[in-house]
């Protein structure tokens, strides 16, 4: 099952279910919103079911992309992880800093009460910042009680994402420093039209992971297209590790960190900052730039026929007031 969310003048816009061609739709007209779907989980789901049933008997109607909005476009709560080892590695070698204890993962809150969709261009102050993508999946949570295990919080991911989790590079050094978190490192993300349900990914969901590649272009260029299913930490320890001392509410978004391999070389990588890093461990300096303005990104996840579960992200970074 395929949601989405379209614009209708709120911030929280209107829930709608989704043909598994990506063409037409059907409103939920019980759960005005995504999230009040979330709150109520074990009901909504079937009714949402059934929705998605007659869409596959044909029925529905036609799908305007151009109005969708992020699946769930203000979240109560993101939290980001960065549950591949590689990518941690790399950044572990750059900066000569110790690796974090293996039987924890890491993981930050961030920005959540707005969430760009797949096509808004991106507004940012300066170049100067340092901008870069990182291309990640994320879950979405019914609502978890405090203390579950990584097996109990498997039940509890409902959805499943794909996120842009934009960065400014250089103001995050010295915001880490401070041992108080990201702030002004961290604008808000993007998310792919399409939120769906485990079941969908088949065999490519497995171990609490999502078993796609994540193929990354840069202004048109092939950027990188790494593996998503390498993570240190599945989605379900993440959600266990996070629910350690407290509830987590419906609609908790948890994000895997920037997709990366230990082959980089040869998949590719899903953020500027690790093509740097190896440029810098190989050639001694980073030649690749950040981003500029005008600059597109396009990020993607599709199946091994080249069909496409959460839709593309494609963006473009652009300066206020253009």
């Known amino acids: 099952m395929r949601l989405a969310t379209v614009s209708n003048g709120s911030a929280d816009g209107t829930l709608i279910v989704v043909s598994g061609d990506g063409t037409r739709c059907l409103t939920a007209s019980e759960w005005?919103?995504?999230?009040?779907?979330?709150?109520?989980?074990?009901?909504?789901?079937?009714?949402?079911?059934?929705?998605?049933?007659?869409?596959?008997?044909?029925?529905?109607?036609?799908?305007?992309?151009?109005?969708?909005?992020?699946?769930?476009?203000?979240?109560?709560?993101?939290?980001?992880?960065?549950?591949y080892r590689s990518h941690g590695e790399l950044m572990e070698r750059l900066f000569g800093s110790p690796p974090?204890?293996?039987?924890?993962?890491?993981?930050?809150?961030?920005?959540?009460?707005?969430?760009?969709?797949?096509?808004?261009?991106?507004?940012?102050p300066r170049t100067e910042d340092g901008i870069d993508f990182e291309g990640e999946f994320g879950v979405i949570t019914d609502f978890v009680p405090m203390g579950v295990t990584p097996d109990q919080?498997?039940?509890?991911?409902?959805?499943?994402?794909?996120?842009?989790?934009?960065?400014?590079?250089?103001?995050?050094?010295?915001?880490?420093?401070?041992?108080?978190?990201?702030?002004?490192?961290?604008?808000?993300?993007?998310?792919?039209?399409?939120?769906?349900?485990p079941d969908s990914l088949g065999e490519h969901w497995r171990d609490g992971r999502v078993h796609l590649p994540l193929r990354v272009d840069w202004n048109d260029a092939w950027f990188g297209a790494p593996l998503g299913g390498l993570m240190g930490f599945g989605f379900h320890e993440l959600v266990a590790h996070a629910a350690g001392t407290r509830d987590l509410c419906a609609g908790t978004i948890i994000g895997s960190g920037t997709v990366s391999n230990p082959d980089f070389r040869e998949v590719g990588s899903s953020c500027i900052a690790e093509r740097r890093g190896i440029e810098m461990?190989?050639?001694?300096?980073?030649?690749?730039?950040?981003m500029q303005f005008g600059d597109r990104v396009r990020m993607e996840a599709t199946l091994p026929d080249g069909k496409t579960l959460f839709g593309p992200i494609d963006q473009v970074v652009r300066k206020p007031n253009t």
């Open 281 to 290: 461990l190989n050639e001694g300096q980073a030649r690749t730039t950040y």
């Open 32 to 83: 005005p919103t995504l999230q009040a779907a979330l709150d109520d989980w074990v009901r909504a789901e079937p009714e949402l079911k059934a929705l998605a049933r007659l869409l596959d008997a044909g029925d529905g109607d036609a799908l305007s992309s151009d109005r969708l909005m992020a699946p769930l476009p203000r979240a109560w709560q993101w939290l980001d992880g960065s549950a």
């Open 100 to 124: 974090p204890p293996p039987e924890r993962p890491l993981m930050y809150q961030g920005l959540s009460h707005r969430f760009l969709s797949a096509t808004e261009d991106v507004i940012l």
């Open 153 to 197: 919080a498997m039940s509890h991911i409902k959805l499943i994402v794909q996120i842009n989790d934009w960065s400014l590079r250089v103001l995050a050094q010295p915001e880490m420093k401070t041992g108080f978190g990201w702030v002004q490192a961290k604008p808000a993300c993007s998310v792919a039209p399409f939120a769906v349900t």
